[in-house]
């Protein structure tokens, strides 16, 4: 398995933005890149993937705060999210499908994954 690289997550009061990224360099290809988080306590949740052709895919409890997009001259993907609040607080992971899938919000469809990077949301 390849390792991806995730990135720019920190400390953020409420009702701000992050752009968290992705280093892909590793992978060859992929059907989507996903991006993931897990809060404590709880499940990992799929909020939004990007298809290798371009089709971007948002997950509709997050859809209007979301924005993500790739630089495939950089090997990166991007995850923007806006308007922040405390349950945001968790742990971002992005991750690789290698195969077509119907459910591209789905972490089991994934096979290569980042260590994460913590987001937290406070005053």
């Known amino acids: 398995q390849v390792q991806l690289v995730e990135s720019g997550g920190g400390f953020v009061q409420p009702g701000g933005s992050l752009t968290l990224s992705c280093d892909v360099s590793a992978l060859k290809d992929y059907f989507s890149i996903g991006w993931f988080r897990q809060a404590p306590g709880k499940e990992r949740e799929g909020i939004s993937c990007?298809?290798?052709?371009?089709?971007?895919v948002y997950a509709t409890f997050m859809e209007g705060r979301l924005s993500i997009s790739k630089d495939d001259a950089e090997n990166t993907v991007y995850l923007q999210i806006n308007a922040l609040a405390p349950a945001d607080t968790a742990i971002y992971y992005c991750?690789?499908?290698?195969?077509?899938?119907?459910?591209?919000?789905?972490?089991?469809?994934?096979?290569?994954w980042g260590r994460g990077t913590q987001v937290t949301v406070g005053s």
């Open positions: 991750a690789a499908a290698s195969r077509v899938t119907p459910r591209p919000l789905v972490p089991d469809d994934y096979d290569n």
């Open positions: 990007i298809l290798s052709f371009g089709t971007k």
